[in-house]
């Protein structure tokens, strides 16, 4: 069905401009213009009017694993390897499918609530199937968000049992998911080899090729933790990136997350193989990770994404505070405010996101998905209007996010998700963790 959307104001081509209308055919943006030009062109079709707000981009989390948004408070303030076994290794044994399907509803209604539009769910509890794949896939679909499944592929025997598989098995499920998904607009199925610390070489190996046959990008994540480039340097004789290489995956398939702990030659390879980068600022801060040198890899022409990691390592879980977050850690990190702007953490929530996840998502253009959000002209947060570009990005607060539409649908309107409503979440979760509680 064709919807005519217009608003105040729409955020299109670089620019706030007023009067304009959006023509939504089918989940796609067919036509975008003027509102006069638009609603003559289009003459008796259905048009719905935002009025004192204004139509941006929806946001894209590149990097998530929504089942942590049920771990979020537990065993906080703790080192990495701590926290990782208090929390992570001792609760997700215990959660079934109908507990990664309540996780996967708070985190994506959570996200969709301040604006994200598309997340990459990097998601490694398998329990040897894809039924728990699919129930996070149930998930996104129930709310409507639109959905990369990254899905891990995981064979270090120091983790749960529940993440582990055999390479043969792991690359089967993957490929088994990537058929049943094809053609589907909201569903898209990417391999994602663990990390070097949790993936054998093999398995990185068979992630890769996997990625080749569907012809998708392939997740994994790099450098986190120094004890990863110790690892590395002990296990295999060099430094991840390098590592990486030996194997033959750095390319331009490639979206490493973190890359924390990186040296120069490590930054400049990743830049000459057209590689990309998931960045999760607010986590990296978290678990006290490090500091990825953001402003030297755009330098080397790495391109760049933003997530929120897991939402018990952020804790929050929008993309538009991880543009703030981004753009502030980098400038004290350097000392230099000038080291990084609005629009390069603009470009990495939105249209960048969407080019490394290789979907027409993030920028409101023709033939780009209808995914996109109204900001309220009146908050607070906002003004002065004068200014209102640097205003999204450094001081939007969520409550002026109103209302959400993905793939042409309104999923979220006047501050309430209507797809999935908010006390149902609630209730969810706290029945999971009365469930728990007995265990
Ligand atoms: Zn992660």
Redesign the pocket.
Known sequence: MRTIFTADLIYSMDRFASNQAILVNNGKIEDIGTKDELLAKYNGIQVKSFKGKAIVPGTINA?N?SFQSLLRGIAIDRPFLEWRSEALYRYTPLFDEEAIYTGALLAFGEMLKYGVTTVSD?FYIHHDGTAYDEAVIQAAKDLGIRFVLARTMYDWDGAPVAYRESIENAVERTRYLAKKYQGDPMVTIHPAPHSPHAASPEMIQAGHRLAVELDTPFHI?VA?EMFEVEETLQKYGHRPVHYLDSLGVVDDRMIA??LVWLEDSEISLLGERQASLAY?PS?NMFLADGVTRIPDLLQEGVRISL?T??GCSNNRISVFEEMRMCALLQKVTRLDGTCITANQVYQMGTKMGGEILRLPIGSLEKGYCADFVTLDLNDLSLSPKTELFANMVYSLQPNAICDVIVDGKIVKENGKLITVPENEIVKKVDELFDKLKSI
Do not use: L, N
Request: net charge negative.
């Open positions: 990097h694993h990097f994540h986190e997350i973190h999760c986590s997530g990691d897991g």
